[in-house]
């Protein structure tokens, strides 16, 4: 079962062939299509934004006592931990439990990410980046409304590229105060939401092709709450982010030597 959560909750709940009736979803589906700042030192986007905040470092950014521009400036240069770490990790964990019996590995919730990294709609551009970077991580769910003892609602998805797209940045020449007012902006002005969700007993070959169809990095993962509500209707039932299911969560369970009937 797939979802769509957008800032006021969940607007969607039905199979996967109805994602695309959602207008909602086309519409962000078809904004995103322009690239966003890369990594590549040669980039002028990124050699701009490297000058930009070193200035805005130079001449206080102030707000967030703990950032400091630089530290963007070396998560732009710093990719996050690769998937050969991530991949060295996984095959330590199989091979330390080679004995056990091997399951058919068919649903979500046989190679999500368990307890995933989020992120508050209202946390600043400049701490999320910040907060990915520590991670090593490139995306994480957005929740909205948390409170104390309350961990909030899904809101969107940021990415790395999503925090910097290239539409957002100033020109290289702009006042600090250009850019310190992108990296103060909060998360929930740059998210990608609408965003699909997941549900944990979901086939594993559906969720492939939802990421193939919508260049999403990964998916959240949710356990429905209401179970009476109908396929393809509105509700207030906001769901529990159980996981996150990336495309190389899917790509490590086939590596490492999984039962040949994953796709069976």
Do not use: C, K
């Not at 940021?158 to 105060?177: C, H, K, M, Q, Y």
């Not at 179970?227 to 529990?240: F, K, L, R, T, Y």
């Amino acid at each position: 079962m797939f979802s769509i959560y957008g800032e006021s909750g969940r607007i969607f709940r039905g199979a996967m062939e109805d994602l695309w009736r959602v207008d909602a979803l086309r519409g962000v589906m078809r904004a995103r299509r322009l690239p966003g700042l890369t990594s590549d030192p040669r980039d002028p986007a990124a050699v701009a934004y490297r000058r930009a905040t070193a200035r805005v470092a130079r001449e206080g950014a102030a707000a967030e006592p703990q950032a400091d521009a630089d530290e963007v400036v070396a998560a732009i240069e710093a990719p996050p931990r690769s998937l050969a770490a991530g991949a060295a990790l996984s095959a330590y964990a199989q091979a330390s439990g080679q004995g056990r019996e091997r399951q058919p590995l068919r649903r979500v919730a046989d190679v999500m990410t368990r307890q995933p990294m989020t992120v508050n709609a209202d946390t600043s551009v400049f701490e999320a980046w910040r907060l990915l970077g520590e991670r090593g991580v490139g995306q994480a769910p957005v929740l909205a409304g948390a409170a104390s003892g309350a961990p909030g609602r899904l809101a969107g998805l940021i990415s790395r590229a999503e925090l910097l797209d290239l539409r957002r940045l100033p020109r290289p020449d702009a006042p600090a105060d250009a850019w310190r007012e992108l990296l103060m902006r909060p998360v929930a002005a740059v998210m990608f939401s609408p965003v699909p969700a997941v549900s944990p007993d979901a086939d594993l070959r559906r969720v492939a092709r939802v990421l193939l169809d919508t260049h999403l990095p990964g998916l959240p993962v949710l356990e429905t709450v209401d179970s009476s509500m109908e396929p393809g209707a509105q509700g207030q039932d906001d769901g529990v982010l159980v996981g996150f299911i990336s495309r190389s969560d899917i790509l490590q369970a086939v590596v490492h030597d999984p039962p040949l009937d994953l796709w069976g």
